[in-house]
């Protein structure tokens, strides 16, 4: 083997490197195209989640709103019924006690007629208290 030889081995050797260098940048160059997808991709998905999630808190900030409100009404309402109801009772209370009142009123003068009608006859009675 002479100098020529070692030269064309060299040659062939740096050509079969630059091709094999070619190739590893041509793999490379596919790798970091398929990485900038993805990450454009991820990019998307995660503008269309927000998106989403922009709108559900949308709904959910109508709902409670919507809840408030008919929370607000159903509270006026019962308020305005006990109301109602708390002013029936007391009218009723006070009929029946001033129907009460009149009864007692009643009965004590009935006592008060027995007892004066029970001590005009002391000789037939006789009370002890």
Do not use: P, W, Y
Not at 43 to 54: C, G, L, T
Not at 84 to 109: M, W
């Amino acid at each position: 083997m002479n100098d020529s030889d070692i030269k064309k081995i060299e040659q062939m050797f740096q050509h079969h490197i630059g091709i094999m260098s070619e190739s590893f940048q041509h793999k490379l160059d596919i790798v970091v195209e398929g990485h900038q997808m993805l990450a454009e991709r991820m990019d998307r998905s995660e503008a269309r989640f927000e998106q989403r999630m922009d709108g559900l808190e949308r709904k959910i900030c109508e709902v409670d709103a919507g809840l408030t409100k008919k929370i607000d009404s159903v509270d006026a309402k019962l308020t305005k019924k006990i109301d109602e109801v708390d002013a029936k009772l007391t009218k009723r209370i006070d009929e029946i006690e001033a129907n009460l009142s009149g009864k007692i009123d009643a009965v004590a003068a009935d006592l008060t007629a027995h007892r004066t009608d029970t001590e005009a006859h002391r000789t037939v009675f006789r009370i002890k208290e």
